[in-house]
């Protein structure tokens, strides 16, 4: 066993991170937060979407959601009672390279939560009728995703970016996937994926690490031995999808390739988005949006990944606006690779250090911020060091990653009333005269 204890920044905490690895390779990481009577604990799953094979596509979230449906000590309804008997919450979530399963409780409720998620991780039956239930559960889910046109254009959107590849597929599944997935596929990418070398326990608040530990040798004991995996490399393609459906409003994503996580690039492409589509006072939200009144909604983001990344703008508008939004979003494409001033560079980053510091606020963001940083770059990042590397960016840096973002091959998706879109070449022509 190896123990690692950090200095906390003192500027916002007098406590100190802790981590410890287990014999079994099991990493468990504490961050104890003064004055404060709450704990949020979760379990981080190095593995899910990308980590899938076509066949299989939707067995991450299917999974996801069997581990809330009985244990050998639990049936479902008495997961859900002795969690909220104590006023707590338990939740999960798949994304493309993580499954979490996570829970907030009072602080003298942390061996509850710590019980629970051990016993759901360990412990699940996959009893056959409640598969069967849960995937007529998961179809709905899947049939409201597809009559949400501003979500589901997403993963047209993705798909068109990642053709053929695990990482562009949906994180639901198919329809046709999952009706057919059996119980056996269940368990097989549990066994593959969920051992203790692939995850990380995290808790924060008040939390005493030495006892955590201890909750986690005796819940977490019976992990699977997961076989050594790599996800096949994401290679972005870009490409163009559109579908014609009936609807009041086109919702248009634009996306280009973005930098990974460790990319020196990373926060100038954060800082850049801020200051395209990060607010009120963006560019695109005050030229779009309050000068044109072309949209309601206007926004750009940066999705970073372990090996890529994705740049995107989404909007939705009205047919006949259609026609004038694309050219005119182009046009702060273009720009913001060659005009950007210290002002706006300067609101950027306190946009962005104040959504860092914010985020510390909460002891789920601690935990969720905990486990990325160890499965992402293999260390715990000290806020000092993020806070300085965002003061650190120079104008010049903010528009040389606007321009290798924009001079990459776009990717479109548009959904809905989408013949006044223009096509991708005429984009691409656009964005590289």
Known sequence: MTEHTLAADTSTDPGAIRLTRLPSGLTVVSDTMARVETASIGAYVHAGTRDEEAPENGVSHFLEHMAFKGTARRDAASIAREIEAVGGHLNAYTARETTAYYAKVLKEDLPLAADILGDILTNSTFVPEEVERERGVILQEIG????????????????????????????LGPAEVIEKLPREALMGYMRRHYGPSRMVVAAAGAVNHDALVELVRQ?????????????????????????ERDLDQVHLVLGFPGPAYG???????????????????????????????LVYSVYSFHSPYRDGGLFTVYAGTGEEQAAELMPATLEELRRVQHDVTEEELARAKAQLRASVLMSLESTGSRCEQLARQLQVHGRIIPVEETKAKIAAVTVEQVQAAAARAFRGAPTLAALGPAGRVPRLPEIAEKLAA
């Open 144 to 171: 409201q995703a597809n009559d949400t046109p501003d979500d589901i254009v997403f993963d047209h959107f993705q798909d068109t970016a990642f053709k053929d590849q695990p990482m562009g597929r949906p994180t």
């Open 263 to 293: 990319d020196p690039m990373h926060y100038p492409t954060m800082l850049m988005s801020t200051i395209l589509g990060g607010g009120m006072s963006s560019r695109l939200f005050q030229e779009i949006r309050e000068r044109r009144g």
């Open 219 to 243: 819940h977490f004991g019976n992990l699977p031995t997961a076989e050594q995996h790599a996800a096949e490399p994401a290679r972005y393609t870009g490409g163009e999808f559109r579908e």
